[in-house]
T-cell receptor, first 115, second 113 residues
Framework: AQKVTQAQTEISVVEKEDVTLDCVYE???????LFWYKQPPSGELVFLIR??????QNEISGRYSWNFQKSTSSFNFTITASQVVDSAVYFC????????????FGGGTRLMVKP | DAGVTQSPTHLIKTRGQQVTLRCSPI?????VSWYQQVLGQGPQFIFQ???????GRGNFPDRFSARQFPNYSSELNVNALLLGDSALYLC????????????FGQGTRLTVV
């Protein structure tokens, strides 16, 4: 069985602060994919990143960065210099190699960035 | 290019009724998946369809059914609605059946009263 845990249900920061969203996963698959999605109030899930289990390089995209550590089964997401527009619910998700496109989502972390 | 479109955006149904939700995938995408997102929780997988065939099913009762049409659009049907079926229903489309990105629509918010 696959499982994704996002222990932080809600985080509140002041604009320009850095914030890290934690994600821990469980899977028996040797090949798998990890994702982060952003869900603004409109409801649509916006794709942010996909990382496969063979690629442990950290990735940076503008103010966003991701730290994948296979040894601790974690795939954490950091927003640098947060902005009010970053306020949303963020979901970490896992897809096993034999699971088609079935995603297993964590419970989400609600990020509130205050001006 | 149009993204994933879902209809209706909102609807209210009474317990025991039946509902049909619709999804049009991104042009060229052949796979459609359905997810249920109860308030305050992460989405849960319901179905995946590819080339009109069911390719995956989550842990949902038989009251939930779906189908995919030749133009790759899809419908999700829920019979004998329960209060607990109230949720945001999300449709995701992807190019192929696996190993490709899933792009989500804005969802249909279903309220069962």
């Amino acid at each position: 069985a696959q499982k994704v845990t996002q222990a932080q249900t809600e985080i509140s920061v002041v604009e320009k602060e850095d914030v890290t969203l934690d994600c821990v996963y469980e899977t028996r698959d040797t090949t798998y994919y990890l994702f982060w999605y952003k869900q603004p109030p409109s409801g649509e899930l916006v794709f942010l990143i996909r990382r496969n289990s063979f690629d442990e390089q950290n990735e940076i995209s503008g103010r966003y960065s991701w730290n994948f550590q296979k040894s601790t089964s974690s795939f954490n997401f950091t927003i640098t210099a947060s902005q009010v527009v970053d306020s949303a619910v963020y979901f970490c998700a896992l897809r096993g190699n034999n699971a088609g496109n079935m995603l297993t989502f964590g419970g989400g972390t609600r990020l509130m960035v205050k001006p | 290019d149009a993204g994933v479109t879902q209809s209706p955006t909102h609807l209210i149904k009474t317990r025991g009724q039946q509902v049909t939700l619709r999804c049009s995938p991104i042009s060229g995408h052949k796979s459609v998946s359905w997810y249920q997102q109860v308030l305050g929780q992460g989405p849960q997988f319901i179905f995946q369809y590819y080339e009109k065939e069911e390719r995956g099913r989550g842990n949902f009762p038989d009251r939930f059914s779906a189908r995919q049409f030749p133009n790759y659009s899809s419908e999700l049907n829920v019979n004998a609605l329960l209060l607990g079926d109230s949720a945001l229903y999300l449709c995701a489309s992807s190019l192929e059946v696996k190993n490709t990105e899933a792009f989500f629509g804005q969802g249909t918010r279903l309220t069962v009263v």
